[in-house]
Each structure stands twice: as C-alpha cells, then as structure tokens.
C-alpha cells in the first residue's frame, strides 16, 4: 500500500527536478537566516547562486553533531521562534544533547512521512496500534503518534516501559499494530512467554522496529515469538525523527524519502562522496523543512544506497539496514567490529539468548573483548561441562565470523539490564583509562 503515490512513486527525472528546486530554496533560506552556515560557506567563497545543480551540493561544507552541540540549542534555527511550535532532542551519550525545532509545516510533514511509513508496512484505518515508543523529547513516540493519527488509525499511546500492562491492552483492546525498540519488542516477548500468554491468540500482525541498530537474524527471532510481521524504520532527531526512511512490503531496503532528504554516501575519513553502491558514512540534507533544516548532515550511520526499480513502484533510493555507526564500530587489536555482527552470531547459536552486552577492556597494551550473554536457565543446572561447550562454541563462531578472539561469558536470564528504549550494548572501559 502506498500513502502518497504521486510523490512515492514519481519518474526520478521529475524528482531530480524537484530535488533541485528545493535544494536551491533551502541553501538560500539557510544562508540569509543561519548565521553559522553563512559563515562557513564564505570561508569557502562561495554564494547560494552556485548550487546550480544536484551535484554541486558537494561544494557545500559538512555540519557535524559536534558542531550541532555548538551551536546548542537554537543557534541553527532558521525560522524565528514565534514560528517554532515543538521542540524534541535527543540524549545521546556525551556532552549536549541535539535540540530540533519544528514549525507547524514541519510537523505536519512528519506526520505525511509518518504515514508513508506506517502505510507501507500496511496499517490502515482499521488498526489500533499500541505506540510503545518513548513519549516526550524522544522522537520515537510523538512522531509515530500523529502519522497513525493521520491515516486514522487508533492509537494507545502507552509509551514505553510497564510490560504487564502492555501486554494487557494488547489482549483487551485487540491491538494489531506493535511500535518500539527491537529490543523492547523481545522484552515484550520474553514477559508474555514468562505468563504463559500465547502471542499467537492476539491480534498484533505487524510491528515497527527501529531507533537502533538490529540484524536481519534478529527479526527471525522477533517475528518468531511475537507472531509479527516485522518492519524496519530509520530515522533520527537532527533530521526529523523517525520518518526518514522505511521498508516497503518487500523489505529490501529502506526507501528514503528523496523528495524532503537527499542522501549521499560519504568515505568518512577524506568526505569525499562515493560511487553508487558503495558502502560508507550516510549524510542527509533536510530540503523542505523550515524550523531546522541541516545541510550534508553526517549521520555517522553506515549505509549503502540502491537506485534500482523497487517491485513496489517506488521509486526512491533504498538503503540498506544499518548495522553501525561510525562511532559504534569498535576496533578490537586492529580489527573492525560491530555490535551487530556479534549480535548475528548470538542469535544463531540455539542456546543464547538474543540479550547480551559487549564489554571492552584495556589490558596493558591489548585490548579484549568480554561477551556476556544469556542462556537458558536450564543450561546452568547441567554440568559445568555443558557450559563450557556452550561458551566454546560461541567463541569459535565469533572467532570464524569476524577473526577475533573474544571471551565468552554466560550469564543467567535477566542479568543483563533491559531497557524500554534503546538497548546498551557496549560498555568500553578503555576510554577510562
Ligand atoms: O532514534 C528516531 C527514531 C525513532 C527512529 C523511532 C526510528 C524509530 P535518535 O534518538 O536521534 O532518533 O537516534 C538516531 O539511531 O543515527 C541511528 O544510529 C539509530 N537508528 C535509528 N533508526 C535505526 C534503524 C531516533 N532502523 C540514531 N536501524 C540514528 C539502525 C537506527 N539504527
């Protein structure tokens, strides 16, 4: 199902054109009104008029979230605030946090985006979907919130956290539609299985996934106990918040919606733009929005873009799931790893649990890499042994898959902390000397 086909799915010529028209529009904008930006692009002598195509965004200078921190909190707005009607900011784990404003056009555009997504992954005006995404700064919970308003579905705005009680209206009010973390969804999962409630008898038929990084072996394991069909959603605040990109029915890629963001695939080390197809660092430039529109905004996220037809008929870029950023992707003795890669390992091997946590150490000169995961309680009243195979095998398999040794730990259901949002996967201790 398509929300908006004349936009969704427009011939990439016309939408190149119209690309074009808004880039220029919004370089101007930004210039006249964002004193920051106007100072960076006449460092590098050039005026609003170059932009004269849709390669010639390359000229124009990154903005990074360091700069965003700098700039804390409104100094990028390019409206005046008497037109800013929300703010939402996000945490992140190091110094301020990111603020985004957003006029009363801005939010509207949200919820379009919103529903394109929610409409992709098939919800209609028949379904209650059950939001348990944070309400409040987040952008998770107000942005899903008003796109499944917009194409009229009914909306339980449970927010996150409670999962007895999630679980309750989920049976009560005949919920169809699931929309939070991924790891969120397995906590869900893992108190229905405890209270012996069979998801199978409810009526949830479709979740939304997305605001961290999963695998593809992840959604197996999600639509295997919640009995989902499960959609992946990408988004983030400095852009807009979820809404940015999504999985249509056939789920190969998430298509972006070009006509308000145009991506490019960046080399994070010389930002030089890559070929189609290749894999690097995503950035985003907001082209219609008013209250906060960044330019080549460097996400950090990895992604690789795909121009090809879609079965759907869309016709914007797809990217690929993202399985890291660039500042999550850890190099243990030199070699690159993500949490992901370990995380498709773990949900592979039967006996582990899909909850685990990375811890990264410095001993002398080397650094090591602790996995502790959860097993099955069972697992810890056989023999020792038993264990041992367990922590071997898992070893191995990390060991054969991404070419480092890694200690295994196995820990007891529950060990680990459960979050209702994102999940911690990484602890690095290195950083503390
Ligand atoms: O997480 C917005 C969002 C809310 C997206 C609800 C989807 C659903 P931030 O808190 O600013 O915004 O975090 C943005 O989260 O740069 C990615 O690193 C990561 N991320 C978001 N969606 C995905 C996804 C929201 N589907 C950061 N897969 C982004 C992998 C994701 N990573």
């Known amino acids: 199902m398509i929300w908006d086909e004349k936009h969704e799915c427009m011939p990439r010529e016309q939408l190149k054109e119209l690309q074009l028209k808004r880039l220029k529009s919004v370089v101007r904008r930004v210039y006249k009104n964002v004193p920051y930006f106007r100072k960076k692009v006449d460092a590098l002598g050039l005026k609003p008029a170059d932009i004269q195509s849709l390669e010639d965004l390359q000229k124009l200078p990154f903005i990074t979230k360091h700069e965003l921190r700098e700039t804390y909190p409104f100094g ?19 110094g301020k946090p990111v603020v985004a404003g957003y006029t009363r056009a801005d939010l509207n555009l949200w919820a379009e985006l919103m529903a394109r997504t929610l409409t992709a992954g098939g919800t209609t005006a028949e379904d209650i979907v059950q939001n348990a995404y944070g309400y409040g700064l987040f952008t998770g919970g107000l942005g899903i919130h008003y796109g499944a308003e917009k194409i009229g579905a009914t909306v339980v705005p449970i927010s996150g956290g409670n999962t007895a009680r999630q679980l309750l209206i989920m049976e009560d009010f005949g919920v169809t539609v699931l929309t939070c973390t991924p790891s969120y969804s397995l906590q869900i999962a893992e108190v229905a299985e405890e209270k012996g409630l069979d998801m199978r008898k409810l009526k949830l038929r479709v ?22 069909r499960a959609m992946d959603l990408y988004g983030l605040t400095e852009v807009i918040g979820p809404g940015v990109a999504a999985e249509c029915e056939h789920r190969c890629g998430l298509h972006i919606y070009e006509d308000h963001f145009i991506p490019e695939i960046i080399d994070p080390d010389t930002g030089k733009v890559k070929p189609d197809g290749q894999t690097g660092e995503l950035v985003l430039t907001c082209t219609t929005k008013q209250a906060f529109p960044v330019i080549r905004f460097r996400t950090r996220d990895i992604a690789k873009l795909e121009y090809g037809k879609c079965e759907c008929g869309r016709t914007f870029a797809r990217m690929n799931r993202v399985t890291g950023r660039t500042d999550d992707m850890l ?103």
Do not use: C
């Open 331 to 433: 190099i243990i003795r030199g070699v690159n790893v993500f949490p992901s890669q370990i995380e498709a390992v773990l949900v592979g091997i039967e006996e582990a649990e899909p909850h685990y946590q990375l811890i990264v150490r410095k001993d002398g000169p080397m650094d090591t890499l602790e996995v502790q995961v959860e097993v099955d309680q069972q697992l810890f009243s056989d023999e020792i042994k038993r264990l041992e195979q367990v922590e071997r095998k898992i070893a191995h398999e990390i060991a054969s898959m991404l070419g480092i040794h890694a200690k295994i730990t196995l820990v007891e259901p529950k060990t680990i902390e459960r979050s209702m949002g994102k999940a911690k996967r990484v602890i690095d201790l290195r950083k503390e000397g």
């Open 76 to 94: 990028l707005f390019a409206t005046p605030m008497k037109e800013v009607v929300r703010i939402h900011s996000s945490s992140g784990t190091t």
């Open 207 to 228: 979740g939304f996934f997305g605001a961290e990084p999963w695998s593809d072996e992840m959604r197996k394991e999600i639509e295997e106990r919640l009995h989902v």
